[in-house]
């Protein structure tokens, strides 16, 4: 399985964004899928994620109310909506996927996409 992160872009800060992430190749059904953020000199962290059936999700506290993990799984496709944006939302987003989503809200995944950067201005 293959995962293809798009979206990412230079935005105000105030602005929003919406991420996508496709997956190709293979069927998902079943995974959960989580957004994933690395900035400059930082590690990697959780952002959200979202299971199978798109009834649960879960949010890093720095992005709730903000963000607004979806996914459309006629389409292979998980989304994040990112609103009010702000400088410190400035990283390489990741999107992933695994059957077990604790795995995901811990940074594991199974399937990993290459990553969309965003870029957010003051």
């Known amino acids: 399985v293959q995962l293809q992160a798009s979206g990412g872009g230079l935005v105000q800060a105030g602005g929003s964004l919406r991420l996508s992430c496709a997956a190709s190749?293979?069927?998902?059904?079943?995974?959960?899928m989580g957004w994933f953020r690395q900035a400059p000199g930082k590690e990697r962290e959780f952002v959200a994620a979202?299971?199978?059936?798109?009834?649960?999700?879960y949010y890093a506290d720095s992005v709730k109310g903000r963000f607004t993990v979806s996914r459309d799984n006629a389409k292979n496709t998980v989304y994040l909506q990112m609103n009010s944006l702000k400088p410190e939302d400035t990283a390489v987003y990741y999107c992933a996927a695994d059957p077990f989503l604790p795995r995901l809200q811990n940074g594991m995944g199974r399937y990993w996409g290459q990553g969309t950067l965003v870029t957010v201005s003051s």
């Open positions: 190749g293979g069927t998902l059904s079943g995974y959960g």
């Open positions: 979202i299971n199978w059936s798109g009834g649960s999700t």
